[in-house]
């Protein structure tokens, strides 16, 4: 059965209508989930019982069950979820200043990618998630955040797996996410990070207008090749043909994801590829100094190499930031993540 969770406004409505049901009952069953956090129908009070029959009979509301959970000392959050056949995810909840609270999450069991920097990338793909699986990850953590008086502000696409390999799916949870009459959330809270899925790159034309991240990760082939083997297929010439074409709003910029790896990633030669691929007024430069994990075989640079980068880019004109490292405490950084619960508890 499918989840009522992967169903958008309209698609709720037009099964309503088709079954002879009141289309606009769709608008309060979506006040109840997304802005009351209420997935009981027993609780629909101005929902009809036929309404509510029909919508159980007939989709699934069975939501990720939360079988671990762990705050670190910043405040991150970290949550292991079971899906309905016993596989594992994890998101994390990551606050920020002036309440901003940005809720990161997996699209897949695993991933097919196999980044050699990525804990995730180690375990291979185990299935893709279902939109509505995508959606009540964010619901259930949603749920938890409520009983603390707290909200979701933002996403990020950043959790395990590759959204883009995951294409309809994410596209259809992210609809969901903006509803108007749901969560609301406006495009600019949004943000996908894709390793460089070329085709569906191309495609982005067809997906709401996110912020989109690239993990560039190496300006040269040869050192991207090496961490990420999807430069085989798509190399960077490809790659950057595929980014000119993603439509851009005015002033808006795409984000690269560059992680600094000592003595891989991280000198001058590094720096000029950068400058030689980025164009400073539609590029933002995200450094993230690597996270190690166990039997990880990279290194993180030194403080003194990770400013030294960062200031050879500003000083180029560049917009460049450097990730604070959250959550490493309870494995809960970029990269770390690989739902296991021997992982998740260590
Ligand atoms: N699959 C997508 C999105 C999930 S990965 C992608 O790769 O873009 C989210 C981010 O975490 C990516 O930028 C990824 O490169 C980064 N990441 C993975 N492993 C990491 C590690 N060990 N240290 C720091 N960042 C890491
Ligand atoms: Fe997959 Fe992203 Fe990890 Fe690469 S970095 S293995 S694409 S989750």
Redesign the pocket.
Known sequence: MSSLYGLTLAQMRSSLKEAGLAPYASDQVYDWIYRKLETNPDNWSNVSNKVKNFLTENFSLELPKIVWKGESRDGTLKFLLQLYDGQTVETVVIPAVSNRLTQCLSTQVG?????T?????TMGLKRHMSDGEIVGQLIVVAQFLKEREQKLTNIVYMG???PLHNYEPVKRATKVFMEDKGLNLSQRKITL?T?GLVPQIEKLFDFPPVNIAI?LHAAHDNIRSEL?P?NKAYDLKRLFEAIKKIPLKARRRITYEYILIKDLNDGEDDIKGLMNLLDKDKSKVNLIPFNEYPESKFKKPSEEKIKWFQKSLLDNGYTCTVRITKGDDILAAC?QLKSKLDTATS
């Open positions: 991933c097919a990618i196999g980044c920097f990525c804990h995730t990338g395990q797996g590759e990070s390793s993990s990420m999807i990269g």
